[in-house]
């Protein structure tokens, strides 16, 4: 019997995933987690033990000891997935036997690197995953398979997930709804799917999905090209108290408020059944609270406020009260 929870995001990336994936590994049964959409342009950042660790490749299940696997959906960096192997057993993590990368996961090459070197249209992080994913569609990529290097890593998925016993799989998801290559405000988007579509695309069987969690931010951040923050100095305030900068590039976050219509999208069409609205502490600490709704900015006296509208309102998208959970940068969730 194969089970599987699966972390979306439900905006533009970078709202705490890797924290709820920490969370989840941390406190549920699982056989395995599994990286199923992105390159290394995304980043999980988590503390364990008191460590600061970011990973772009592997899954946050590695640091609990959970058999991890960087599935076919995502595109392999070869260099950056040992690179960060180093710094997990530097921060004593064992990785020797948990760590796996689908013989069908298309790389990452030097060419694809260089190719995306050269944009200046969309604003990616010139890591290469884009070229890579035009490769795959078109053929000409290659798959780990092919790559020696990673011969001891290599493992084939569909053995792996349905020729046991019990699976249970936690699905962490990369980048965001709003920058899915079918559904995000297209050019300005991810090249993979970043919905929960994505995820059963790595043999997982829609029956076997248990719950989907939804993650974001109780504001809204971007990092590309296209104009996304307006000229309110508040998003200047919430970028610094926020520390809003991209954990794979660096790059200042634009800032804005959250919008309920994509909201509402996100959790219709990836099913969620339970939604944590993270960096609620942001928004307190400069004392604005406000958010797009039906293309209206509306704005609240207090914190109080805005958490009754987003409760009513997630109500009609089918998230019950005891199914949202407010976050806040100290929390577990």
């Known amino acids: 019997m194969i089970?599987?929870?699966?972390?979306?995001?439900?905006?533009?990336?970078?709202?705490?995933?890797?924290?709820?994936?920490?969370?989840?590994?941390?406190?549920?049964?699982?056989?395995?987690a599994l990286r199923y959409n992105g390159g290394c342009n995304a980043g999980h950042t988590i503390y364990h033990n008191g460590v600061k660790i970011v990973t772009h490749h592997i899954p946050i299940g590695l640091v609990f000891g959970i058999k991890s696997i960087i599935g076919p959906g995502c595109v392999l960096d070869p260099d950056q997935f040992f690179k960060e192997l180093k710094e997990l057993e530097s921060a004593g993590i064992k990785t020797k036997n948990k760590i796996f990368i689908a013989q069908n996961t298309h790389v990452i090459t030097p060419e694809?690197?260089?190719?995306?070197?050269?944009?200046?249209?969309?604003?990616?992080?010139?890591?290469?995953?884009?070229?890579?994913?035009?490769?795959?569609?078109?053929?000409?990529?290659?798959?780990?398979?092919?790559?020696?290097?990673?011969?001891p890593y290599l493992i084939d998925l569909y053995k792996e997930f349905h020729g046991k016993k019990d699976v249970s799989i936690l699905c962490e998801g990369a980048q965001g709804f709003g920058l899915d290559i079918d559904w995000g405000d297209y050019p300005f988007v991810t090249s993979s799917h970043c919905t929960v579509g994505g995820a059963i695309l790595n043999a997982i069987p829609p029956k076997a999905i248990r719950d989907v969690w939804g993650v974001a931010k109780i504001y809204e951040t971007y990092v590309g090209s296209k104009q996304f923050e307006t000229n309110d100095p508040i998003f200047a305030k919430i970028r610094e108290y926020g520390e809003e900068y991209g954990a794979t590039t660096g790059r200042p976050r634009q800032c804005n408020w959250m919008n309920m219509d994509l909201l509402q999208q996100a959790i219709r069409m990836n099913g969620v059944t339970k939604v944590v609205l993270s960096k609620m502490d942001v928004l307190r600490k400069v004392s604005r609270w406000a958010v797009f709704d039906k293309k209206k900015?509306?704005?609240?006296?207090?914190?109080?406020?805005m958490k009754k509208f987003i409760r009513t309102r997630l109500a009609t998208f089918g998230i019950t009260n005891k199914n949202l959970y407010f976050s806040e940068r100290k929390d577990r969730i």
């Open 112 to 151: 694809c690197k260089e190719e995306d070197g050269k944009d200046t249209k969309i604003g990616t992080t010139k890591r290469g995953n884009g070229p890579a994913y035009k490769n795959k569609y078109g053929r000409t990529g290659i798959r780990a398979e092919s790559v020696p290097a990673l011969k």
């Open 3 to 32: 089970t599987a929870d699966i972390i979306v995001d439900l905006q533009y990336g970078d709202c705490a995933k890797g924290k709820v994936a920490y969370h989840l590994c941390k406190n549920k049964k699982y056989s395995h």
């Open 297 to 305: 900015k509306i704005e609240f006296k207090k914190e109080e406020d």
